[in-house]
C-alpha cells in the first residue's frame, strides 16, 4: 500500500470513541442550525495558547474502547435517531470543506482551522464553548482524534489524506449512507442468539458477542473488491489447530510451477508436498516442471509457522468454501485498508477467539490449545455447540453508546463513488493471481 502521512504502519482499530469528554451530545441537530452558528462564528475568538489547553480532551478519544456491539439492541432506534439529527444538519446547510495549504495539527495556527472548527462543532466532536479561532490547540486535538476513531480511521490528530477527505464527505451524503444503513439494520433486527460472531465487512473487524456486550474484538483482514467475502449467516462448526493447507488449482498453475522453475527448493522450503489420487507422496525432483501443464497432484502444506493459515483454521457452513483463519503475515493487520484477501478473514488475535468459541467444548482450555499448537498436531475440533456467525456490511450506525460511526463503502454498495475512497486509493493492486495472498512467502 502506498504509504500517506499520518496512516502508515497504523490500524483501523474499530470503536474507538468517547463522548465524555467533550460534554456535549454525540450529534449536532436543531441546536446547530444557522443562528446557532452565528453565535459560534460571532463569539470571543479564544484561542491563545494560555487558556485554549486540556489535555484531558486530546486524550479521551482514544483512552475509551466500547464494548456495544453493531447489533445491540438500540442498534437500530438511536441509527434511525441519527438520520433524525443529520436531517436537520442538512437542513441547516451541511457543514464547511476544510482546505488548507498546511498540514493541520497539534500547534498550528492558520485560517483554515475556523472552517475545521466549524466542521467539528456541527457533527458534535468539538463543544460549542471551545468557540471559533484560528488555533488548533488541545481541544481542536481531541475533536479530530474523536472524529478520526467514528470513522475507523487511525486517532493521531493529524489531518492526513484520509481524514480530510473524510470530513470533506457533505452532510446529505452521509445522510444518505445512514439511510442505506437503515434498511441493512432492520434485516437484523431479530434474535442474534446469545453467542454469536459478527463479521462487519467494511470495517474489517470482528466482534465475539455473550450476553449482549463485546468478549472479544479482533482486527481482520477481508476480501479485495475483485474477490469480495461473501456476506452470510451461518454457524461455526469445527475449530482446526495446526491445519493443512492445501493449494487451490489456480494457485498451483499461476504461482507455484513458475517458482519451482525458478527455485526447485521451493515446496521443500515451504513444507508443501506432492500427494497423488491415492494418497501417496510424490518427490517433486520426478516431475518435470517445464512442462505444458502443471502436475495432476494435490499440493498439501503441512501445519507450522509457515503454514498460510498458520495455528489456525475456524470452519462454518457456507457454498463459497470461504473460512476464518490465522496468518503467518501479522503485518497485514496494522494497515490502515485491509481489504487484500481473496474471500477468507483473517484474524488477528485468533487464539483468543478460539478459546471463546471452544469454551464449552470439554477438554479444550486455552492452555490445551496453546499446547497442541506448540505440538504442532494437526487438531480438528468439533464445537460441542455451533455458534452463530454472521458476515455482514454495515457502513453507517450509532449503537448504544450513541455515537454515529461511519465506514468506507469499500464494495462500492451504498451508491455514491466518494464513501468508497480508500478502495480506490488506498489498497495496493494484487498481482498474478487474485488468491496469490495466500501463497506461502
Not at 492558520?110 to 479561532?133: E, M
Not at 469445527?238 to 527448493?265: A, C, F, G, H, Q
Not at 456467525?389 to 455514491?416: C, H, L, N, P, S
Amino acid at each position: 500500500m502506498s504509504k500517506k502521512p499520518g496512516i502508515d504502519a497504523l490500524s483501523r482499530r474499530g470503536f474507538l470513541a468517547s463522548a465524555a469528554a467533550f460534554g456535549a451530545a454525540t450529534f449536532a441537530g436543531g441546536a446547530f442550525a444557522q443562528d446557532a452558528l452565528d453565535e459560534i462564528i460571532n463569539a470571543p475568538r479564544r484561542g491563545a495558547w494560555d487558556d485554549q489547553f486540556d489535555a484531558k480532551a486530546s486524550r479521551s478519544a482514544t483512552a475509551v474502547v466500547s464494548n456495544t456491539p453493531i447489533f445491540g439492541m438500540d442498534t437500530l432506534a438511536n441509527t434511525q435517531n441519527a438520520v433524525g439529527q443529520y436531517q436537520q444538519i442538512v437542513s441547516a446547510g451541511g457543514w464547511p470543506q476544510v482546505n488548507s495549504s498546511v498540514r493541520l495539527e497539534m500547534g498550528v495556527s492558520d485560517p483554515s482551522v475556523q472552517a475545521l472548527r466549524q466542521r467539528l462543532i456541527i457533527s458534535g466532536d468539538l463543544p460549542r464553548s471551545a468557540g471559533i479561532s484560528n488555533s488548533f490547540d488541545s481541544y481542536v486535538d481531541g475533536a479530530v482524534k474523536r472524529f478520526q476513531a467514528r470513522h475507523g480511521l487511525p486517532a493521531d490528530g493529524v489531518l492526513g489524506e484520509y481524514s480530510v477527505k473524510a470530513l470533506n464527505i457533505a452532510a446529505d451524503v452521509r445522510l444518505g449512507q445512514l439511510n442505506t444503513n437503515i434498511v441493512r439494520l432492520q434485516s437484523m433486527s431479530g434474535d442474534l442468539g446469545e453467542r454469536y460472531v459478527l463479521v462487519n465487512i467494511p470495517a474489517a473487524y470482528i466482534e465475539a458477542v455473550e450476553n449482549g456486550r463485546v468478549a472479544t474484538r479482533h482486527t481482520a483482514v477481508v476480501g479485495r473488491i475483485s474477490r469480495q467475502t461473501h456476506i452470510i449467516n451461518s454457524k461455526i462448526y469445527e475449530v482446526i489447530l495446526n491445519p493443512y493447507w492445501t493449494s487451490p488449482r489456480s494457485i498451483v498453475e499461476k504461482d507455484i510451477v513458475p517458482l519451482m522453475r525458478k527455485d526447485p527448493e521451493y515446496l521443500k522450503k515451504n513444507s508443501i508436498r506432492l500427494i497423488d489420487g491415492k494418497g501417496n507422496e510424490v518427490s517433486p525432483e520426478t516431475i518435470d516442471w517445464n512442462a505444458e501443464k502443471a502436475p495432476n497432484l494435490t499440493f498439501r502444506q503441512d501445519p507450522g509457522k509457515t503454514n498460510a493459515m498458520a495455528s489456525t483454521k475456524i470452519n462454518f457452513h457456507n457454498p463459497n468454501n470461504e473460512y476464518m483463519h490465522d496468518t503467518p503475515q501479522q503485518g497485514l493487520f496494522n494497515k490502515l485498508a485491509r481489504f487484500e484477501s481473496s474471500g477468507c478473514v483473517r484474524v488477528q488475535n485468533v487464539r483468543d477467539l478460539t478459546t471463546w468459541l471452544l469454551r464449552d467444548t470439554p477438554g479444550w482450555s486455552r492452555q490445551q490449545i496453546e499446547a497442541t499448537i506448540r505440538a504442532g498436531q494437526n487438531s480438528p475440533i468439533k464445537l460441542a455447540v455451533e455458534v452463530p456467525v454472521y458476515f455482514k456490511y454495515i457502513t453507517a450506525w450509532a449503537a448504544t453508546d450513541g455515537i454515529v460511526q461511519f465506514r468506507d463503502d469499500i464494495y462500492e454498495m451504498d451508491g455514491e463513488q466518494e464513501l468508497a475512497l480508500q478502495t480506490t486509493t488506498g489498497v495496493e493492486q494484487a498481482a498474478g493471481s487474485v488468491e496469490r495472498d495466500n501463497l506461502p512467502q
